[in-house]
């Protein structure tokens, strides 16, 4: 496992140093797969476990202490991204995990990138988080204006086992470009990928994450970005092609020197677990990711938090939700 982050290891600290705690309740670890550092994932997978967790030892919630699960202590963990984290929720060496709404369905269903393996039957949605743009990015003195001019350019598609990845590949492919001929790939991480931008080493890179991307307001704020549109009969096609995919823009104004708006599209994040967690859990799991303690975190913890709102919860959802989620949106009129 990978280091426990900064407030992991608080929350954990709070738990072990609590008066009693040998003779108390034992703290319940709760691992939530995330994506690389510069990515959405991980900064929004660290507000939700902060606010889903509440250690053994922590003050009341309505005394200024933890709002979460009791007992419960949630914990980040880093991670190439969507396949990565569907096949570690899978096999048990996650509990949960951020995900691309159409890795998720394609490896339920057997179809897509799962195509001719075994049906991954045993995942199940938490919460519809988040739309994650795909971003096109270049340094801005590139010269480079419309992804057609990527053509013979060296590009990141994104790291192994991520869904950046996945989709790099099908949207190159609607545009002609083919991997390793038209395109000299890397398969970097978000803050790698523009940090070789940055420095001359990489002309481009694909992204799928949610707007603004850390790593792509740091390229803005130092070197200067520039994204490419992905509009008109292209983003027509494109959509055709990939049908889980939605038109949409990152607003003007999302990164540094970008004061216009750019069309692209954009796939849904979810948040996943197994289907073998235990009910009453996923169900206080649930009922704390949307407490207003959290909705205070996600507010001002992290740009893209303000898109993650209950009424979205259960919206394009074509995997079954967990049975602790289903009963917690039953009870909200969310579900029939």
């Given at each position: ?5 900064t ?97 998720t ?21 938490i ?29 990141n598609?994104g ?19 083919k ?87 954009a ?10 967690q235990?009910?009453d ?24 938090g ?6 979205n ?7 079954p ?6 009963k ?9």
């Open positions: 496992m990978r280091a426990i982050p407030f992991a290891a608080a929350l954990l600290g709070a738990a072990i140093l609590a008066p009693g705690l040998a003779s108390a309740q034992a703290p319940q670890f709760f691992r939530i797969g995330t994506g690389g550092a510069g990515g959405t994932y991980f900064p929004i997978g660290g507000i939700i476990a902060t606010g889903i967790s509440n250690p053994p030892g922590s003050r009341p919630c309505d005394k200024g202490g933890a709002c979460g699960v009791p007992g419960l202590v949630a914990i980040v963990q880093a991670s190439d991204g969507s396949v990565g984290n569907v096949n570690a929720v899978n096999s048990g060496q996650m509990e949960s995990g951020i995900a691309q709404s159409d890795v369905h394609w490896a339920y269903t057997g179809t897509g990138l799962f195509e001719g393996k075994p049906k991954v039957e045993s995942l199940r949605v919460a519809n988080l988040f739309p994650e743009h795909i971003q096109v990015f270049a340094k801005a003195s590139s010269g480079l204006g419309k992804i057609e001019d990527l053509k013979g350019k060296k590009v598609y790291p192994p086992a991520s869904g950046t990845l996945v989709g790099a590949r099908l949207f190159f492919e609607v545009y002609g470009l991997e390793k001929v038209d395109i000299q790939p890397e398969y970097l991480n978000p803050q790698p990928a523009a940090d070789r931008i940055r420095d001359g080493q990489l002309d481009a890179a694909f992204l799928i994450a949610g707007t603004p991307t850390a790593a792509l307001v740091e390229l803005a704020s130092t070197a200067g970005m520039t994204l490419l549109p992905v509009e008109g009969a292209m983003r027509d096609k494109v959509l055709k092609a990939i049908p889980f995919w939605s038109a949409t823009t990152v607003p003007a104004g999302t990164y540094k020197g970008i004061d216009k708006e750019t069309q692209t599209v796939v849904g994040a979810w948040w996943i677990t197994n289907a073998k235990p009910e859990l996923v169900y206080k799991i649930t009922q704390a990711l949307w407490n207003k303690n959290t909705r205070e975190l996600l507010d001002n913890g992290h740009a893209k303000k898109s993650i709102v209950r009424d919860a259960v919206s394009g959802v074509s995997v939700f967990h049975p602790g989620a289903e917690f949106y039953k009870e909200a009129g969310l579900l029939k």
